[in-house]
DNA sequence: ACTCAGCGTAAGGCATGACTTACGGTAAGC
DNA sequence: GCTTACCGTAAGTCATGCCTTACGCTGAGT
């Protein structure tokens, strides 16, 4: 289950930002700490969280390592969240039978 | 930006159980702490963090509170996924484009 | 009116997590 | 070869979060 470790990663309003900045545009990690209110090492670790879960993912390129979003991680979260949609739904429709007509 | 508390809400596997049970089906907060390894008072601290997410809502029902899940609350989580998710299609489009051409 | 079931809230303890500074390690440039 | 840029990791501090027990409130039944 996978999903756990990406909701968990994305709890965190820095990590969501930086998901955010690299879904826009790959980048390496200190461009990414340039534009946030934290230290490069603190970028760091949240990238470490972000690509334990799946959701990102890095490229040497040189000394560098430039960092860009893994979209099978987001289609983890769109199939635990589809799932129960449709649960959702499911119980919806059953509520709607049992006011309406309690038949069968 | 709502999806910001129901990523946190979600974040904790508890709190994805009592979510998971009640999109399965409705019930009041004794049910849940009965199949639940937490006590009682804890699932309520739960279900006020997912009721402020948007991601549940109570339904009084006699002296009991009968829990049940927001669709709305899936929602704004798959607006925010479907978002990015069109982002990242989009750089990766990008990215074929300067690799094979650079035409533009 | 009294009792009891069902919940929510307050207070406190303990673990988890986010950030910092300091350090080590690799690739490029002179 | 040596410096410099770029990055990851370690250690430590401080806040956040989850759980517990204890308490107070409301609605139903006798």
């Given at each position: 289950?996978?999903?756990?470790?990406s909701f968990a990663a994305l709890a965190d309003p820095?990590?969501?930002?930086v998901f955010e900045m690299?879904?826009?545009?790959?980048?390496?990690?200190?461009?990414?700490?340039?534009?946030l209110p934290v230290s490069r090492p603190a970028v760091s670790q949240h990238l470490k969280v972000l690509t334990?879960?799946?959701l990102v993912a890095a490229q040497p390129e040189g000394a560098r390592r430039i960092y860009s979003v893994r979209r099978e991680g987001l289609?983890?979260?769109r199939?635990?969240?589809?799932r129960y949609w449709d649960d959702v739904l499911a119980g919806f429709h059953q509520d709607v039978m049992n006011q309406t007509g309690e038949d069968h």
């Open positions: 289950m996978p999903y756990a470790e820095t990590r969501r930002q690299l879904a826009a545009k790959p980048m390496p990690v200190g461009a990414l700490a340039e534009c334990d879960a799946g289609a983890e979260l199939a635990w969240i589809d």
